[in-house]
């Protein structure tokens, strides 16, 4: 078979360390796939230096436009590592609507526009691989994709932002938060601008991501009911890890509710959690990630390493581009039909923590209690532990499994009470 000629876009820390990669590795890569990669063409602002600098050969054409690689003849498939969205939603929609196959880490992409590039690739009769864009070197989506294809996922949960751990980490061993994040961005594991971090968009495009590839619908980033980690204060690592034996990670949650004949549905959350210290979430520190799938006949699964950072994500881009040659050398047909919507399940009942800032004057707790009892609401701990002063101290709290509209409806209640301050954190518990 003749070779496979690709185009990398996006000459970046990952596109670099692919680059250098696909050459260092050719040989295996061919007896691996049963033909050659063949690098075409690199899209980059500084292409030719790039280019220079990574010792390609002149044939190799340097382009600093984006918008020519679709239409680049030859060119089977477009590897793009360019990061944003406009520029690379446009060159990947272009690409597979021409029959160009797509390798992409770019997990905002992907999960903002699942439906428009399953349009494309079956317009196109092209594929797409992204295995990179969840926890970069953890092969989590091929698993699921391919290994458990076989099996029925009940339950995701993962630690998927290394960011936010590296910061929860940090502040359960009692580091202030700003401290932690500057911390992150001096070691360059934080992106320059956090916020996709920090406000958990960044889990929930991931979790996205493996709804979609879980269910064969697509469940939209804004389905995932979704908080950062910008109101966990030290105070409350510290309760949960002293007293309550639990640990704060940033978790995205997918439960999926099989059905006969039809779609599956799925609850999804990307917001900080409080697990068991002896989960084994528990024991994933600093920038790592991890993926705890349970499924029906496997039971429960756990993946762990990086996700981030050139090599992992290299890594994961390689294995694409294999499977990718794989498929073009066997003829397989490409997927079919592009996706609907994900049906959307109710939320579950669970067990809440609840952190309230109050006066310490007599009968706050009695009316507190009563909001909750009133309500049905069951309280497994209750802690005052400020002393008694003018000002606002915290009351911390954990109920039993609660229906979240009617922890809500209590929530409110208790806000409104006269000596409770609006300031308050809530997070559920994991089981
Ligand atoms: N900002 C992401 C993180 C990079 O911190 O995990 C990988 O998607």
Redesign the pocket.
């Known amino acids: 078979m003749r070779p496979i000629r690709i185009a990398v876009a996006g000459l970046g820390v990952v596109g670099s360390e692919t680059v250098r990669l696909l050459r260092a590795r050719s040989e295996s890569l061919r007896q691996r796939m049963g033909t050659r990669i063949e690098i075409a063409a690199v899209c980059d602002r500084h292409a030719s230096a790039m280019a220079k600098r990574l010792g390609l050969p002149a044939s190799v054409r340097r382009l600093s436009d984006p918008r020519l690689l679709p239409g680049l003849p030859g060119v089977d498939a477009v590897v793009e590592l360019m990061g944003g969205l406009d520029a690379p939603r446009s060159l990947v929609l272009a690409s597979l609507r021409q029959g160009r196959h797509v390798v992409t880490?770019n997990?905002r992409l992907l999960a903002h526009c699942w439906k428009e590039l399953g349009q494309a690739a079956a317009q196109g009769r092209s594929r797409l691989h992204f295995e990179a864009?969840?926890?970069?070197g953890i092969p989590i989506l091929k698993a699921l994709d391919t290994s458990l294809a076989g099996d029925r996922i009940e339950a995701v949960y993962g630690i998927?932002?290394?960011?936010?751990?590296?910061i929860l980490t940090r502040m359960a061993e009692g580091m202030d938060p700003a401290a932690a994040l500057r911390r992150?961005q001096e070691l360059g594991?934080?992106?320059a601008d956090?916020t996709?971090?920090l406000s958990g968009q960044?889990t929930a495009d991931?979790v996205s991501i493996l709804a979609s590839l879980v269910t064969g619908s697509w469940l939209r980033p804004a389905q995932v009911n979704t908080s950062g980690i910008t109101g966990v204060a030290p105070e409350d690592m510290a309760f949960a890890e002293t007293v309550l034996g639990r640990r704060i990670k940033l978790l995205g949650t997918l439960r999926v509710l099989s059905r006969a004949g039809r779609r599956p549905a799925v609850e999804a959350f990307a917001a900080p959690v409080l697990i068991p210290l002896a989960h084994p979430l528990a024991a994933v520190r600093d920038?790592f990630?991890a993926v705890l799938v349970r499924a029906t006949s496997a039971g429960d699964l756990m993946f762990y390493g990086r996700?981030?950072g050139a090599g992992p994500?290299a890594s994961a881009v390689l294995g694409d581009i294999l499977a990718l040659g794989r498929e073009l050398v066997s003829g397989a047909a490409p997927a079919s039909a592009p996706p609907g919507p994900a049906p959307v399940l109710g939320e579950s009942a669970c067990s809440f923590y609840l952190r309230l800032a109050a006066l310490d004057r007599p009968g706050v707790l009695s009316a507190v209690t009563q909001v909750l009892g009133g309500l049905g609401i069951s309280i497994s701990t209750i802690h005052q532990p400020g002393a008694c002063g003018p000002k606002h101290i915290p009351i911390m709290l954990t109920t039993h499994p609660a229906r979240p509209e009617t922890f809500r409806r209590a929530l409110r209640r208790i806000l409104a009470l006269p000596d409770i301050s609006r300031r308050h954190t809530v997070m559920r518990l994991l089981p």
């Open positions: 880490a997990k864009s969840v926890a970069g998927l932002n290394g960011t936010t751990n590296f992150a594991l934080a992106e956090p996709r971090d960044d991931k920038e990630n996700g981030a994500a």
